[in-house]
């Protein structure tokens, strides 16, 4: 051993840096990881939210969405686990998640929390007593992001793995397969460090359809091209969306599923009916027939008859599905077909995105949606690739 120290020391004053990647190596990296296990429960039943609606979205039959993207996140990272120590919060905030996932993780923290039913208090107690990890992996929402951010600022790496509802912030990954790979990345020092924007919204003023939101500060994330960048807002051009409109015929007895987006909310106005802001609506023969659907409600809506999904893409991060409608769910595309897939964009938002983008929760629907698109702009159509 002392042998090889010295030969690594001799490469290095050749200019051959290998000793700094040894003694990186030669410990393994502390992972810190935390799951806030109600994030995005709120998405499929159209909540918008899950904050302080976690009791409202079981009523309405919302299903854990967070610890199944955990277990499939540290599922990517398994072959590689001798390469870390996962450091993590008691029972459902990542014990549970790293045991199902084949991982013995140190569990560390308030072992009397109780299963769903976490807060604030718990992602930020959690934060707080993993400061000492080399990078601190979370999976949850904009607000996660938001707690964490409070606790640890830029002290030390961070990386989301997307799994809330809205997910404007800059520090996620585009999904999970994307997060364990940059966690890898970075413990391979194969990647770069930039202060990248932590965005959150008020969740009371986003279900009455209005949009604030705000940075709260910068975290320090391994950055590639596998992490998405912040969501940017655009002022539409109502004469450009007019002539979208026109390049877009609807088919009569047919269910058209509108996103959420003021593309779409401003594109309906012009097809003569109005739809919520926010919201998933579905409309047929020129009426809408469901308001702010939730995901049984467009299962139901479709059931025996075509139907046609309307999407815009996220503006700077390029999503058409995943982020802010998950009531547009895996198996209501399926059903859909991607063919029937109709994708609207302005060109100022289209300056800014090279790629679309896809989340569905469903790694093997997102395979099969990649590709190639037509999005409908006020020019006519474009071809796009989806990755």
């Known amino acids: 051993m002392q042998n090889q120290k010295k030969a690594l020391e001799i490469l290095k004053a050749f200019g051959i840096n290998a000793y700094d990647e040894y003694e990186w190596w030669r ?17 499929r039943v159209g909540l918008k939210g899950t904050d302080g609606k976690y009791k409202e979205a079981l009523r309405l039959g919302a299903r854990p969405v967070s610890p199944l993207k955990a277990i499939e996140f540290l599922s990517f990272l398994k072959p590689y686990k001798e390469m870390l120590e996962l450091y993590t919060y008691p029972k459902m905030m990542g014990e549970y998640e790293a045991l199902h996932a084949g991982f013995k993780p140190i569990v560390i923290g308030n072992k009397s929390i109780g299963e769903f039913n976490t807060n604030a208090d718990d992602t ?30 830029d002290k030390i790496p961070v990386l989301g793995v997307p799994a809330g509802v809205k997910m404007h912030s800059a520090v996620f990954a585009l999904n999970s397969r994307a997060a364990a790979n940059v966690v890898l990345d970075f413990l391979r020092m194969n990647v770069s460090l930039e202060l990248r924007e932590v965005v959150d919204i008020d969740e009371n003023a986003f279900r009455q359809g209005k ?50 987006g003021s593309t779409t909310y401003l594109l309906a106005k012009h097809l003569g009916f109005e739809k919520t802001l926010l919201g998933v609506d579905l409309i047929m023969n020129g009426k809408v027939i469901v308001r702010d659907a939730k995901e049984s409600d467009i299962l ?42 109709i994708v609207v964009a302005t060109k100022s938002k289209l300056r800014e995105i090279n790629v679309l983008r896809v989340d569905t929760g ?17 020019d ?8």
Do not use: C, H, W
């Not at 410990?27 to 998405?43: D, E, L, Q, S, Y």
């Not at 107690?125 to 707690?147: E, P, W």
């Not at 975290?219 to 390049?247: C, D, G, H």
């Not at 469903?362 to 006020?378: A, F, N, P, S």
């Open 27 to 43: 410990k393994k990296k502390k992972v810190g990881f935390i799951v806030n296990p109600i994030a995005g429960m709120g998405g």
């Open 124 to 153: 930020k107690n959690a934060a707080g007593l993993l400061m000492n990890s080399d990078i601190l992996v979370f999976v949850g929402g904009d607000g996660t992001a938001r707690d964490i951010y409070e606790v640890v600022k």
């Open 211 to 260: 949009i604030s939101a705000k940075i709260y500060g910068y975290m320090k994330v391994p950055v590639t091209n596998l992490v998405q960048s912040f969501k940017r807002s655009y002022r539409s051009n109502e004469a450009e969306i007019a002539a979208i409109a026109k390049n877009i015929e609807l088919i009569p007895n047919a269910v058209y599923i509108f996103g959420p």
């Open 300 to 341: 139901s809506a479709i059931e025996n008859r075509g139907a046609k999904i309307v999407v815009t893409p996220i503006g700077g991060q390029g999503f058409i599905f995943g982020r802010g409608n998950q009531q547009i769910s895996a198996e209501v595309i399926r059903n859909v077909g991607k063919e029937n897939i």
């Open 362 to 378: 469903d790694l093997e629907l997102d395979e099969e949606l990649k590709g190639y698109i037509e999005v409908v702009t006020g």
């Open 380 to 387: 006519g159509k474009i071809r796009m690739q989806v990755k």
